[in-house]
C-alpha cells in the first residue's frame, strides 16, 4: 500500500484535476460501522438507561436497595448490549437486571421472549419508551455534553489504526451508521484526536435508508473501484445484506462485489460469532487483524 502522508481529505479542496488523480489511486473502499466496531457506547447507554428509567419508575428506583445497586445495574446493563436493537430497551434491561427478573445470560439467550412479557407485566408501550429514552438522553446531551461524549470510548487499537487508515491514498474510508453524524465526529474527535470529514459520514438516524442502500449509493459514487469492504458487529444487518446478495438486479449485483466482516468485540453474541465463521461469504475478524488490515491491507 502507498504509505504517503499526504491524506486524500487534502485533495478535496483542490482543483478537480487533483481530486480526479486522487481518485484514480483508490483501490479500496472501506465502509465502517460505528456502535460495536470503533465506538464502545454501552455506558453511556447502560447510564442513560438507569436515568430514564428512574423517571419513568420512581417507585422501582426510589428505594435505598436500589440506589445502592446502581452501578452494578449499569454494568450488567452494558454486558447484555449485543442483543438491544433500539435504544428504549435499556431501560426494560436495566429495570429487569435490578429486580432480578432475569440473569445476564438468559437474556442474552432469550431476549426476543423476555421482553414482550416484561411489557406487558409493567403495561408499557414502545413508543413511550423510545420518548423517554431519547429525552432522558437528548437533555444529557443538552446539559453537558462533555460528559456524554466522555462516557463513550474507542475500542483498543482502533483509534491509531484509523488515524494512520485515513493517511492512506489507496483505500477510502466511510462510516455507515444509525448514529447522528455530528456525535459520531464529537466521539472521534473528543476521545480520539481524530478530524473525520463529515462527508464520509452516512447516518440513517435521519434518512432511514437502509445500510445496503448507502452502499449501493456509494458504488454509484466511486465507479472505478472494485475492491469494497463493509465491516459491522450486527450480525443481522450482514444477513440482510447476503439476503440481497442472492437476489437479481443492478442492486444485488453491486452487493455482491462487498466482502462482508463481523467483528468478533462488538454488541453481538457467541452464537451469532459462530453462524458468521460458518458462513464462507462473512469473514468474522478480530479486533487485532481489523487494526492491521486497516494499516496496510484491505
Known sequence: SSSSSSSLSSSSSSSSVMAAAAEAEIRSVLALDFDGVVCDSSGESSISAWIASEKYWPDAYSSTEAKSRRQDVIDQTSAVRPIVETGYENMLLSRALLEGKSTVDEILENWDEIRPELMEEWNVNREELVQAFGGTRDAWIKEDEDSWVANNKLYPTVAEALKRALKREDVLVYIVT??????????????????????????????????????????????????????????????????????????????????????????????ERSLADQDAKIDLISLEAFSKMLETQF
Open 178 to 271: 444509525t448514529k447522528q453524524a455530528r456525535y459520531v465526529l464529537r466521539i472521534l474527535k473528543q476521545i480520539g484526536g481524530i478530524d473525520f470529514e463529515e462527508d464520509r459520514i452516512f447516518s440513517s438516524t435521519v434518512s432511514g435508508i437502509p445500510k445496503s442502500t448507502t452502499l449501493c449509493k456509494l458504488m454509484e459514487k466511486h465507479k472505478q473501484v472494485e475492491s469494497w469492504h463493509f465491516v459491522e458487529d450486527r450480525y443481522k444487518t450482514l444477513e440482510g445484506i447476503r439476503a440481497k446478495q442472492e437476489g437479481s438486479g443492478d442492486e444485488s449485483a453491486d452487493l455482491r462485489k462487498l466482502e462482508l466482516y463481523l467483528v468478533d468485540w462488538g454488541y453481538n453474541t457467541k452464537q
